[in-house]
C-alpha cells in the first residue's frame, strides 16, 4: 500500500501537468488535471494515514485557488466561485482574489468589494488587487447612488383622474358640458361666446378635454408618412419643431 507521501507526489505532478496546460492556455486539460490532483489529495485525507505530510491542506487549497482560476479564464464563474469558497476555508488568502474576481463577473459587486479589502489588506504591495479594488468601490457607490435616486415612478396624472366624479365650482358661471353626449356643436358655440368675453372654462370640462384628447393621441401613430404628387402641397398650421427643409 502506497504511503501518503507517495500519494501526495503523485497529486504534486498532476497539478504541475495543470500548472503547464494553464500556462499554454488549455484551461479545459488544466481543469482536468487539477481534478486529477484534488481527487489524490482528498483521498489522502480521507485515508488518515499516519504520515501525511504537513503541507498536504496547503496544497491542497492551492490546487483548488489554481483551479478556480482556470474556471474564471473559461467564465464558469460558478465553479470558480466554489473552488475559491472551499480553498478560503482551508485557509488560503490568496484564493480571495479568486472569489473577488468570480463576484465582480457574476455582478455581486458587494461581496467582490469585501473580498478585495482582504486582498489589499493582506497583500498591500499588489498593485493589481489595488486597482480592481479601486473599480470595485466606484461600481458599489454609483449602485448605492441609483439605488437612493431610484423611486417607484408615479403613476400618470391621466390614468388616476376620473372628470365624471369630478363638481363643477358653485361659482362658476358658463357653458357645462354634458360628459354623456361629449363635445356638441352647441357647447361650442357656447364656449367661443364663453371666450371671447375672457371667461374660463369649467375645470371639470377642461380636464374631460385634455383626457379625451390623450385618449386619442395615444391611439394615433407617433409619425405619418403623406405622399403627395407633384401637383400637390399642404399648408403646415402652428410651429414647426427643427429645420423645415427636413420635411
Not at 489554481?66 to 474556471?71: K, P, Q, S, T, V
Not at 470595485?136 to 403613476?155: G, H, L, N
Amino acid at each position: 500500500m502506497a504511503s501518503a507521501v507517495e500519494h501526495c507526489a503523485q497529486g504534486d505532478s498532476k497539478k504541475a501537468e495543470g500548472n503547464a496546460f494553464f500556462k499554454a492556455k488549455e484551461y479545459e486539460k488544466a481543469i482536468d488535471k487539477y481534478t486529477e490532483a484534488l481527487t489524490i489529495f482528498d483521498q489522502v485525507i480521507e485515508s488518515e494515514l499516519e504520515d501525511i505530510p504537513a503541507d498536504h491542506t496547503s496544497k491542497l487549497a492551492a490546487t483548488l485557488s489554481n483551479r478556480a482560476l482556470a474556471y474564471l479564464r473559461l467564465e464558469q464563474y460558478g465553479a470558480s466561485l466554489a473552488d475559491a469558497d472551499r480553498a478560503i476555508q482551508l485557509g488560503y488568502s490568496k484564493a480571495y482574489y479568486r472569489r473577488a474576481s468570480a463576484h465582480m463577473a457574476l455582478g455581486h459587486f458587494q461581496s467582490s468589494l469585501k473580498d478585495l479589502e482582504i486582498v489589499v489588506k493582506r497583500f498591500p504591495k499588489d498593485p493589481d488587487a489595488k486597482r480592481k479594488l479601486a473599480e470595485c468601490d466606484r461600481i458599489v457607490k454609483q449602485q448605492m447612488f441609483w439605488k437612493a435616486m431610484a423611486r417607484e415612478e408615479a403613476k400618470p396624472l391621466h390614468l388616476t383622474m376620473d372628470a365624471s366624479k369630478m363638481a363643477i365650482e358653485s361659482s362658476y358661471q358658463g357653458p357645462t358640458l354634458d360628459l354623456d353626449q361629449g363635445m356638441t356643436l352647441d357647447y361650442i358655440q357656447a364656449l367661443m361666446t364663453h371666450f371671447a368675453d375672457q371667461k374660463l372654462i369649467a375645470k371639470r370640462d377642461l380636464i374631460w378635454i385634455l383626457l379625451q384628447i390623450i385618449q386619442q393621441l395615444k391611439s394615433l401613430p407617433t409619425l405619418i408618412d403623406c405622399h403627395l404628387g407633384d401637383s400637390h402641397e399642404f399648408t403646415v398650421c402652428g410651429d414647426v419643431h427643427g429645420q423645415f427643409t427636413t420635411f
